[in-house]
């Protein structure tokens, strides 16, 4: 690729960001450093369940893999050992009034891994409806789970995002399956052809079904700092 068509690609590229309001400005703070504007669009918003948090009396530790699910914990819980899964829940934790806070690594494997030395006697895992990995079948016995939080996807595309898609040039980070899945959906009903779209994902389970972006990256690190190292990778190889 010569100099001109490196620029030109440069200067079209954008991030589409699909995370939810709550993440946004730590996605524009790990994206910052791309030199790529970002386009906002929560794909989902997160709803509370019906179902009711128990007393924490018969429980010493609670397990968060969400920063989302820690919004939903109520007072009562903030006395007991909060064990977290990166950098994002670590520092909501800490800001919902969580007194002791372990962050057990970047994702949930690092937690399985952690959690196998543990002392903790009984820990709920405080989860969205969605999960890919099940604490509480990895540690039956120890792990009660309890989906407090499910996601509602938005109904439509936003006119400006179609327009700014059609345009070329679109990155998309996918954080999960279910993200992919109803990214595709949605921009599928919109007419948006997905082949001309650069998905980059924490896990090449996000792409399902698999091939239909226009090229599908695996971050290296399973973060959101993971994502935003690979898109700078990608926009330095497009410039070389």
């Not at 009396?57 to 050992?81: E, I, R, Y």
């Not at 970047?106 to 009984?122: C, E, I, P």
């Not at 399973?222 to 190889?237: F, K, M, N, S």
Request: proline letters at 6%.
């Amino acid at each position: 690729m010569n100099t001109a068509n490196a620029s030109y690609a440069v200067r079209g590229r954008f991030i589409l960001n699909t995370r939810p309001a709550i993440y946004r400005a730590r996605t524009a703070a790990a994206f910052a450093g791309t030199g790529l504007p970002v386009v906002d669009w929560p794909l989902f918003t997160p709803h509370a369940t019906a179902r009711a948090w128990p007393a924490p009396d018969s429980f010493d530790a609670v397990l968060f893999t969400s920063q989302v699910a820690v919004a939903f914990a109520p007072p009562a819980w903030h006395g007991l050992t909060a064990y977290v899964v990166g950098k994002g829940t670590e520092a909501a934790a800490l800001a919902a009034g969580f007194k002791l806070v372990i962050r057990t690594g970047q994702d949930a494997a690092d937690m399985v891994q952690a959690l196998q030395g543990a002392q903790f006697q009984r820990a709920l895992y405080a989860s969205g409806a969605d999960i890919t990995t099940d604490l509480a079948a990895t540690f039956p016995g120890r792990v009660e789970r309890l989906a407090v939080y499910e996601m509602a996807a938005e109904d439509r595309v936003p006119e400006t995002v179609v327009e700014r898609i059609e345009k070329g040039g679109a990155i998309a980070p996918l954080f999960s399956r279910q993200t992919g899945r109803e990214l595709a959906r949605q921009l599928t009903g919109a007419q948006v052809d997905l082949g001309s779209i650069d998905a980059i994902g924490m896990s090449a389970n996000v792409f399902d079904p698999p091939n239909i972006w226009r090229r599908e990256i695996v971050a290296k690190a399973p973060t959101l700092d993971g994502i935003a190292q690979a898109v700078t990778d990608l926009i330095r190889a497009e410039s070389s």
